[in-house]
């Protein structure tokens, strides 16, 4: 009987003993993984691992040992939820995009229904448009400014009490009325 050296897998790391090209685990837990080996031992023990692993087809084996893999990584990662919190995250995403959808589907069918009342008020985007906004926002900034003086140039006066302030304004009203 010739042993072939191969590189231990991590089931026969973790057990500290030799493994040959008849261990069964060697072509689920290579070598590489055996942090990730390490969390599922910690979590199922090396007795309940090998029981999951022989009790399924051998076609699922695969799958079941990356099942096993992934959830002794989220247990490492949250202790308390685990992979349960993984499940609990991504569900609330996805009722979080659900709800975003519905709002668009919404607006989107208000949009629509206002198109086919009135489709005149389409805004384009043409100059006139642009212009007309332009006019609009100038003849309401002159609607606000009627009543008011003219601005001055020169810089604000600010004082700490509202003597030195209203002293300031008088001196500079009694200088625009010398020329």
């Known amino acids: 009987m010739s042993r072939e050296p191969t590189q231990t897998c991590s089931a026969c790391r973790l057990q500290r003993k030799r493994c040959d090209r008849n261990c069964d685990m060697a072509q689920y837990f290579p070598a590489s993984k055996y942090c990730e080996f390490q969390n599922a031992h910690k979590l199922f023990g090396m007795s ?53 959808f519905e709002l668009v589907n919404r607006e989107l069918a208000f949009f629509r229904e206002r198109e086919r009342q009135n489709p005149q008020e389409i805004l384009n985007p043409d100059i006139d448009d642009d212009l007309t906004i332009i006019d609009r926002i100038l003849n309401f900034q002159s609607t606000l400014g009627e009543g008011l003086d003219q601005p001055t140039m020169e810089p604000l006066q600010i004082g700490v ?11 500079s009203d009694e200088e625009e009325k010398k020329p």
């Not at 076609?59 to 685990?82: F, M």
């Not at 009490?161 to 001196?171: H, I, P, R």
Request: charged share 20%.
């Open 48 to 100: 309940n691992i090998q029981k999951m692993m022989n009790s399924v087809l051998p076609e699922q084996r695969k799958a079941t040992a990356d099942s096993i893999l992934i959830e002794g990584n989220a247990r490492s990662n949250d202790l308390v939820h685990g992979c349960q919190g993984i499940v609990r995250n991504i569900k609330s995403q996805i009722q979080l995009y659900e709800n975003e």
């Open 161 to 171: 009490s509202g003597e030195q302030t209203m002293e300031a304004a008088s001196n």
